[in-house]
């Protein structure tokens, strides 16, 4: 019940965003995950989900001997994950060739917004930057307004932690063959156009435009959108597909005839108002019972506090508490070597005496390190 990653040992840089949800993906499905912290940092707060599953060791690692301790921690581990600006790492004296020289089979995993090299590389950003930079945020949000910030779910999450997981196991596996590891350059501005190919086929094609609010799959479509319920709640409508177009129609209690306007767009503003007006006459409950179990790809749009309690999620146990804190499950699901229950998060430096002795240190090295300031 430890997940397929038992056995891995990663080293994690604390830091904010993508790199402590890789940290996290790799230690909900075993991995033994250290997060080195700042000695100086506040205590973190448990209900930070992201640390999770983690041991923390902190150190000081403006000194020499905090330095040491790290290598030493490095020296054991398969994986390394930092996420600081260019050349952070190698002020420290923790580079990827301050780290290969001692071990070759190190995986180094680097999480940026703009990558290791290029113009911006050395500049602040965020989500929202990243994304607008790559053409994405661009499509996103209503025809008339300004783009609409997706969370940080596209670029921080999708286009950098899932591709920084996907590269560290990328890189292990090719070091199962050559026995040597690699730096792994994962950029958010990488990531997020990695997973438009779709996009840029239709463009191509001549079936995407650049205005928001007019294609398939940015609201433009009125049978790929969200409606207003007479509550003044909401139904997310999916139904891209004839089949399922027409199974919306009627259950809806719409005329059949409006299957012929899902291919012409000039229909669709007509085919919008129909539909809308179809939803605002009941409320969100009526409508989930009127397509519940149907192929109408028909769903509520439901708020963070609702979503456990749908049927589905709770037959899942998709979601859980855990010391009183709402989390998701690990994911994806192994049947034969299953992932633990998520541990909640630890006390900063509260593994500090265990990790360090396991990873080779004496009580000396630990007495050294403690009177030089560089232990809590």
């Known amino acids: ?42 205590a973190p707060d448990r209900s930070d989900v992201n640390r999770r599953n983690k041991r923390s060791v902190a150190l000081d690692l403006r000194r020499p001997e905090g330095v040491e301790a790290a290598l030493r921690l490095i020296n054991h581990a398969d994986v390394l994950i930092e996420g600081f600006r260019p050349g952070v790492m190698e002020r420290l004296g923790l580079g990827p060739e301050d780290c290969r020289v001692r071990h070759p089979r190190l995986v180094y995993g ?13 500049t602040a950003g965020h989500d929202l ?12 949000g209503p025809a008339e307004g300004p783009p609409l910030p997706p969370l940080n779910l596209v670029a921080d999450f999708g286009g950098g932690a899932m591709f920084l997981v996907f590269g560290v196991l990328a890189a292990l596996f090719e070091r199962s ?16 156009p990695a997973m438009m190919g779709l996009l840029y086929g239709l463009l191509a094609r001549g079936q995407w435009f650049e205005r928001r609010g007019s294609n398939l799959l940015d609201g433009g479509a009125p049978f790929y959108a969200c409606y207003a319920t007479f509550d003044g709640r909401h139904m997310a ?11 919306f129609l009627l259950r809806a209690g719409l005329p059949a005839e409006w299957s012929a306007a899902q291919a012409d767009p000039a229909r669709w503003p007509a085919l919008r ?9 009941h409320t969100q409950a009526h409508w989930c019972r009127v397509f519940d179990g149907s192929d109408a790809c028909v769903a509520p749009v439901l708020a963070f506090s609702e979503a456990a309690a749908h049927a589905h999620l709770a037959a899942r146990h998709t979601l859980s508490q ?29 593994d500090t005496k265990a990790v360090l002795a396991e990873a080779g240190a004496t009580s000396a090295d630990l007495q050294r390190w403690r009177h030089a300031g560089a232990l809590t």
């Open 1 to 42: 019940m430890n997940g397929p990653l038992a056995g891995l040992r990663v080293v994690e840089f604390s830091g904010i965003g993508p790199g402590p949800l890789a940290g996290q993906l790799l230690a909900d499905l075993g991995a033994d995950v250290v997060t080195i912290d700042r000695a100086s940092c506040p």
């Open 110 to 122: 680097r999480m940026t917004g703009w990558g290791q090299t290029g113009p911006l590389a050395q």
């Open 322 to 350: 855990e010391d009183g804190v709402w989390q998701a499950a690990p994911a994806p699901r192994f049947d034969r070597t299953p992932a633990r229950r998520p541990r909640p998060p630890g006390a900063l430096g509260a």
């Open 237 to 247: 409508l999916g139904a891209i597909e004839p089949p399922f177009f027409a199974d």
């Open 177 to 192: 063959r050559s026995g040597l590891g690699q730096v792994i350059d994962a950029a958010m501005v990488d990531g997020v």
């Open 273 to 281: 108002e129909a539909i809308a007006e179809a939803f605002a006459r």
């Open 129 to 140: 930057n990243y994304l607008a930079l790559t053409g994405a945020l661009g499509a996103i």
